[in-house]
């Protein structure tokens, strides 16, 4: 493999690993796991916080 | 130090705007009540030790709603160290009600009387200092939504809170009710036969007193109400209760009435004649504001509705069809496209060249077709010397496809023609490439393997580019919505739908949930506790994502665009849609046992008409709009990946490697699994039931499949530009017209995606409900589309015997509406 292939390939595998971190993240910090899939977070982030 | 503040008041009164204002948080706002369901936590701007407590509106602090539950727990048990009490300044008797309970509770309160603007505008003058005196506590002018005041009255409240203020309680119980309550504060006050209590009231131990002192005088008057609550926390001894008993019956006797009326009585009373001190009202003429006279109109029995609908029609036609399109037409065809001219310098110039250069190609065309059929060879050295007499009809075609005529293509203009060349964009004016060329040439320069190139292009850039095209249309629905929100209209169509939900048993309480899914399904789903009645509120889970969420925008502009030349009806008919099953299932489900019963009163507070606030308007655009900016960087990207996985790699010669032909990748296999399940919908190939599925990891799905399968870059997606949709041709070839509008129906009436079906697991509380529900959605969806597709094919090729199932599936569907209602007299069935 060419050494672009390899820088692109390592790029790509860190971010595609800092999304999954940020997904984990905001499962365990928001309303019960739908921080990750909810479009309005801001709304119900702090919502089941305290339950 | 830091410090706890509270921000309570009635629902629409202005809290989460200034707690937005003072903490700089962007927290959803909308002038409906129940908006805020929780609370919420912040700190202050111009002061990091403060922290601000965003509470539910209430109206009072009697434990009947869940709001006024969450509310008066955190007041008595967390124990701010002050409260700031908003007041909406247009509606102050009403809003008085609530203050003169909060300062029973002992805790240093100011109380901010909110739209002070509209008050002075209205031409009403309030004395502030009168109000001060006579509540015992700093009473001060606000503006939430211009932010006057604002700042003051925080540090009134810190300076309260540091001070520990001792407060001079109101006046607001008559000499009889004042005695029961000393003789009950002492009663709770006091040990009795040298018992030592331990209550948590207020989740404070004291020795000998059960209450903290501070909050002694709400205790004593809950227990004068014969609060059920508090008398189950205090866990008073036999003596004590029968004490207290004696004391209220007495009072009750002197009073003529019950002890909940005598307080709520007094107060109104102590309220009027403060109000008539302090408050002066412009006397105005038939006594009706601009407001009222609006919704004379607006909110009219007859005209109401029609106009409700006359306006979300044209939202939708607007966001999806028009400007929508228009801005979603550089994105998609230009920055996720070929590229696009900077500021649209040499755009047009560059059109008529691309215009001619087809009009030469089809004139070649025309003329290599008339040499054929005449019995020419083209590839013949001496073909032109052939052709010297040939004339060839070139057909010419309207905008719609239509045949309006011919023309005469001769040899010379077939010569023309032939040296005609491609024109290069970046010969007309300023071109920026587009994304995907601009990476694919950057990672060619770089020598990345094909493979590679090829995720990051087709599969990243393609799956979340799809998405990411759409964005435009969104930001421009979420911007009509926030101005509809802002001026006050969203809140009368609660109303309004009110008068439809309530032929049903529901009440228009249950259109709020629906009226924030328009946005997000999960807070929308969410916004369904407030609704006390656990059956209504189980229904109004169920048909809440039935409703059109931001991210079914794409499906909906894919189909618009893709099947029907981006007709204007395609957009605003999915809202409707919507709101029909909604309406339907609310028919359907009412009649069953399990939601039977009679409808909840809904009292709702309409706020008064303003000119939209652009802070908030582009505030709450900018706060929905991104999120689905963040989840095609998230969700959307991760999906991509792992689709252009599945349909670059299939098991070919018993070994996993990558195909040329998509149709033997391993996602075609899994596709062709589930194919058959949605064939009798109408779109039964792997691609579209792939497409379906993925929808319900997030609805954007739907399109990014298509993204990631035809790739942005071989233009699949880059289909709204000037050539009106028309180059949207591989995904139109899965579809006629008619399946695709089944699958745009059976898209927007299915289960929602996962996270949405997670809030309706947490909200149902019950695994069982959910399936019920997400089975629900699935079998309505299912059915509206078999009818709509079997019936249309019915019309369009004649019988066949599925036809009958449809039919049946139909009078089915119209039984379960039409059939009487056995359950309309039933007060409670379900326990």
Known sequence: MSPGTWIVGIVLLAILALVVRSLIKARKSGCGGSCAGCASESYCRDIRKKE | MSVTIALVGNPNSGKTTLFNDLTGARQYVGNWPGVTVERKEGVLKHNKHVTLQDLPGVYSLSPYTEEEVITRDYLTGGSPAAIINIVDGCNIERNLYLTTQL??????TVVAVNMMDVVQKCGDTIDFGKLSDALGTPVMPLSALK??????????????????????????FTGAVEHALAHIEEAITHRDNGDVHHHHAGGIVHEGTMVEPKNLRWFAVKLFERDEKVIAS???????????DEVVKECEAVLDDDAESIITDQRYRYIKELVGKAVYKKPRKDNLTTSDRIDRVVTNRWFGFPFFIAVMFLVYFISVTTVGAFV??????GLFGDGFFFLGRGKDAFEEAVEDYETALERQEAFIEEAKSSGLDPEAEDFLQ????????RPLEAEDGTVEGSERVTLAMYVDALASEEPEPSAFGPWVRGIPVAVEGWLENAGVATWLKQLITDGIIGGVGAVLGFVPQMFVLFFFLAILEDIGYMARVAFIMDRIFRRFGLSGKSFIPMLIGSGCSVPGIMASRTIENVRDRRMTIMTTSFIPCGAKIPIVALVAGALFGGSWWVAPTAYFVGVAAVIISGVILKKTRMFAGSTAPFV??????????PKNVLGSMWERGFSFIKRAGTIILQASVVLWFLKSYGVLDGRLQMVEDMDLSILAFLGNLIAPIFRPLGFGTWQSSVATTMGFVAKEEVVSVFGVLYGVGEGALDFVDASNFSRLAPIAAHFTALSGFSFLIFNLLCAPCFAAIGAIRREMNSAKWTLFAVGYLMVFAYVASFIIFQLGTLIQSGFSPIHLVAFALLFGLLFLIFRKNRYATSKEVVK
């Open chain 2, 103 to 108: 300062l029973e509770l002992g805790i240093p």
């Open chain 2, 386 to 393: 052939q052709a010297k007499t040939l004339v060839a009809e």
């Open chain 2, 328 to 333: 979603t037409d550089w994105t998609n065809d």
């Open chain 2, 604 to 613: 709702m507070e309409l706020p008064a008409y303003h000119l939209p606030s």
């Open chain 2, 147 to 172: 932010g006057d005041g604002a700042i003051a009255v925080a540090d009134m409240a810190v300076e309260l809170a540091d001070k520990k203020r001792k407060r001079k309680d109101p006046h607001v």
């Open chain 2, 234 to 244: 205090l866990k008073l001894d036999a003596k004590t209760a029968a004490r207290i």
